[in-house]
């Protein structure tokens, strides 16, 4: 059962591209569907639990089913085949990366990476104000975290919990 976890865990990592939630149709097919480790229902409360706890939805995701078929071996294998494609993945990008850094076609490429990557993270930064802020009780709290973060460089762990404290209180 553990190298079965492993090898099918390994199989959603290695073919799921797009981050966590775009692995939940391969993980609901392998885990639900075909090997009929959980239920729908399971399935989907599983998918909540991991949204609501710290770390990737996809590893979340793998090291409860894990656990939960196998107990703490089933878990750390399970986490260890979604996780290791990304390991393998990266340590050979890595290794390309150091041998051809000092080419000017990749110094080109990745001078202009940077501003990119800092449009989509200001993308995603607009999109989830647009989800977030929906009246002038968040608007407000929105305001105050971003002035007191900038002022006082707090740590955003704190400001967030000092935002749900004050989303409680004022509604």
């Given at each position: 059962m553990i190298l079965k976890l492993f090898f099918t865990f390994?199989?959603?990592?290695?073919?799921s591209f797009g981050g966590g939630y775009a692995m939940l149709p391969l993980i609901q097919l392998?885990?639900?569907n075909?090997?009929?480790?959980?239920?729908?229902?399971?399935?989907?409360?599983?998918?909540?639990?991991s949204q609501v706890t710290p770390g990737p939805?996809?590893?979340n995701?793998?090291?409860?089913?894990?656990y939960k078929l196998a107990g703490i071996s089933g878990a750390l294998f399970s986490t260890l085949g979604v996780s290791m494609p990304s390991i393998i993945i990266m340590i050979i990008l890595t290794?390309?990366?150091l041998k051809v850094n000092k080419a000017k076609f990749f110094e080109s490429i990745f001078s202009n990476l940077r501003p990119t990557v800092i449009g989509l993270i200001l993308?995603?930064?607009?999109?989830?104000?647009?989800?977030?802020?929906?009246?002038?009780?968040?608007?407000?709290i929105f305001i105050l975290a971003f002035v007191v973060s900038l002022k006082y460089k707090i740590d955003p762990i704190i400001l967030?919990?000092?935002?749900?404290?004050?989303?409680?209180?004022?509604f």
């Amino acid at each position: 059962m553990i190298l079965k976890l492993f090898f099918t865990f390994f199989k959603i990592g290695m073919f799921s591209f797009g981050g966590g939630y775009a692995m939940l149709p391969l993980i609901q097919l392998n885990v639900v569907n075909q090997n009929n480790w959980l239920s729908h229902k399971e399935f989907i409360d599983i998918v909540a639990i991991s949204q609501v706890t710290p770390g990737p939805i996809a590893i979340n995701c793998a090291t409860y089913v894990g656990y939960k078929l196998a107990g703490i071996s089933g878990a750390l294998f399970s986490t260890l085949g979604v996780s290791m494609p990304s390991i393998i993945i990266m340590i050979i990008l890595t290794k390309l990366v150091l041998k051809v850094n000092k080419a000017k076609f990749f110094e080109s490429i990745f001078s202009n990476l940077r501003p990119t990557v800092i449009g989509l993270i200001l993308a995603a930064a607009i999109l989830i104000f647009n989800e977030s802020v929906f009246d002038t009780r968040t608007f407000f709290i929105f305001i105050l975290a971003f002035v007191v973060s900038l002022k006082y460089k707090i740590d955003p762990i704190i400001l967030t919990i000092i935002g749900g404290i004050l989303g409680y209180i004022i509604f």
